[in-house]
């Protein structure tokens, strides 16, 4: 049982195991928070429910699974020795590399040894009597903390559809977001694939490949980019490693989304017709995310918008032969991008294949799941293996899966009933020292998420030093701060055409969820530059409150 000992110094005694912080969640957020707060001399602890750490990568092993951001980019930037020594295989790693990558990353920097795997944190209470926070875990024990971070992930709770017969279903049932760890074989069976976003646009082609037949259920066409995904060679390697600098430069500070790629400052109705196809088509061979930032205004104008969704509309069109199957794989129920664009590797073509055949659930919506197959408009399909592609409860599912009480037991959930409610994504008001990695009103999953994490652990980080060197307890967003932050995070969301989508960035695809445009719009350098001013003005918008204590020094 170590001392309680709070940042600002005070010892304090309590009978539990006591840390500075306890982090919920061991993936790329979680290990990078750990490896800041070592460096701060102060203890903590990760609480992990996998047996391993990584996070999304650990838990999404379907066929198929890769990153849609460029490795050389969807990597972490905190070292450059790791940077410069890790060896991407493919310009989009495959999920086993990712994965690696992860377990290369706890081992280079000894994260394990305060990273308790395969348990669950159940309850985070505030203690205001003590200013401490008590956690509670799936084996039953509850340690304190003065902090509490929350490296929960945005996509990390996957969700089940709760169709009617789901579990007489006589096969066995996967869903893309908690794969098993072993391969699964689908050689001579029938797959259902139900969903069509991102991990069944990566996991159809490969099915494909492999199975008899493959039945995917749409809802909704979605756009997709091809990846144009290839062998990374050492000199396209080492050509990314020299320019490191600029590349982690411009992903931070000047890119909206956190992606190093050249930004026109021409919007798409500038140019003549032969000339934006002539960019598009560039793009399009080029492949990957940066499609949308062919021109600096798809996401804000609809006219456009509406060139590069007809451009990518009439690739699908030359590419699926049978024209009937071809329209239903044309996206009309949103502008492109405003849902999240998929990035993939010969989705459209598999239409092309004897053994893949689409169903438009749309028009005739799965009525039941029968023991052996899936009806829908009165029709049974027959199917051995069902894979449900059905995405997260986004944003807010990992969080509001624990029971968080702040302050006068007020729990998240409670204060969350009509939408996240958060002073940049990074806390809440009434949850003091609670901090949030990636949290709704922070630019999170519109970025390369990697920049978003680094950013924020950094924050943390550097407020936990702040403190310390300020003999500060306890901090929180002020209500005011707090609802002027979610005013400007909703403003702005509506000043583009994200919010006519109906994405989960909405909560859109849980029924009941409230609808609030979750992430911030505004760009990861102007978010980055707002949070730097709000420290530089001793965090503005947050209260800090600390007994009059001498300075310690701190190491950053
Ligand atoms: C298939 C897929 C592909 C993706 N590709 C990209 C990409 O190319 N580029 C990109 O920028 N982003 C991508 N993302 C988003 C991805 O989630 C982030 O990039 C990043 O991995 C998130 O890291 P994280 O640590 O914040 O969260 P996660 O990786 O989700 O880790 C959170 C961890 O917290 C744990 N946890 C949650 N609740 C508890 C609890 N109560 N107790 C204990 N542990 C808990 C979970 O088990 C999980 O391991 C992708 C997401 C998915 C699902």
């Known amino acids: 049982m170590s001392a309680v000992q709070s940042v600002s110094g005070e010892r304090k005694s309590a009978p539990q195991q006591s840390y500075d912080v306890v982090v919920v969640g061991a993936g790329f957020g979680g290990m990078y928070m750990l490896h800041r707060l070592r460096g701060l001399g102060l203890t903590a602890r990760v609480y992990e429910q996998g047996d391993g750490v990584g996070g999304t990568w650990y838990w999404n092993r379907y066929p198929g699974a890769r990153c849609d951001v460029e490795s050389m980019q969807y990597s972490y930037s905190f070292s450059d ?13 495959p999920q086993p590399e990712i994965l690696k990558y992860a377990n290369h990353v706890a081992d280079r920097f000894d994260l394990r040894r305060d990273i308790q795997f395969s348990t669950r944190v159940e309850r985070a209470a505030f203690d205001e009597a003590i200013d401490r926070w008590s956690v509670t875990t799936s084996d039953g024990m509850t340690v304190t903390a003065q902090f509490v971070v929350l490296a929960t992930g945005c996509l990390s709770n996957a969700r089940m559809p709760d169709i009617q017969g789901l579990s007489s279903f006589k ?55 091809p990846a144009r995904n290839a062998p990374m060679t050492a000199e396209e390697r080492q050509a990314f490693r020299k320019n490191y600098p600029e590349v982690r430069r411009v992903a931070r500070e000047v890119a909206r989304n956190g992606i190093y790629t050249d930004l026109p400052d021409r919007g798409a109705l500038d140019d003549a017709d032969n000339v934006r196809g002539a960019r598009y088509e560039a793009r399009w061979q080029r492949g990957g995310l940066t499609f949308m930032s062919a021109y600096n205004n798809l996401g804000l104008d609809k006219a456009a918008n509406d060139t590069a969704a007809d451009f990518v509309r009439a690739k699908i069109a030359e590419i699926v032969r049978d024209p009937e199957t071809a329209q239903l794989l044309q996206p009309n129920t949103h502008p492109i991008g405003t849902k999240r664009i998929c990035i993939d590797t010969d989705y459209f073509a598999s239409f092309n294949r004897p053994n893949v055949t689409l169903v438009d659930i749309r028009a005739n919506p799965i009525e039941e799941i029968v023991p052996h197959g899936v009806r829908s408009g009165g029709k049974d399909h027959e199917i051995d293996a069902l894979v449900l592609a059905t995405g997260f409860d986004a944003m807010t599912g990992s969080v509001a899966k624990i029971d968080i009480r702040g302050r006068n037991g007020v729990t998240l959930n409670q204060k969350w009933a009509e939408g996240p409610k958060t002073l940049l994504g990074l806390m809440t008001a009434g949850f003091p020292n609670l901090f949030i990695i990636t949290g709704p009103g922070s630019p999170s999953v519109l970025s390369n998420m990697i920049v978003s994490i680094e950013q924020h652990v950094d924050w943390i980080a550097d407020c936990l030093a702040y403190m310390r060197g300020h003999g500060l307890d306890t901090m929180e967003a002020t209500q005011d701060a707090e609802e002027k932050w979610v005013a400007h995070v909703n403003e702005v969301a509506h000043t583009t055409l994200y919010p006519q989508a109906n994405s989960w960035y909405m909560g859109a695809n849980i029924p009941g969820k409230p609808r609030i445009f979750m992430p911030y719009i505004g760009g990861v350098g102007v978010y980055r530059q707002i949070c730097n001013d709000v420290a530089a003005k001793g965090y503005e918008g947050f209260a800090v409150v600390g007994k009059e204590r001498p300075r310690k020094a701190v190491a950053s």
């Open 81 to 93: 020795e790791l940077q410069q020594e890790w060896d991407w295989s493919e310009r989009y790693a």
């Open 171 to 225: 096969g066995q049932v996967y869903h893309t977001g908690n794969w098993p760890h072993e391969p699964v074989d689908f050689t001579g069976l029938r797959v259902g694939v139900i969903g069509t976003g991102s991990s069944a646009i990566q996991s159809i082609p490969v099915i494909a490949a492999q199975a008899k037949h493959v039945t995917v259920f749409q809802r909704t066409a979605n756009f997709s980019i």
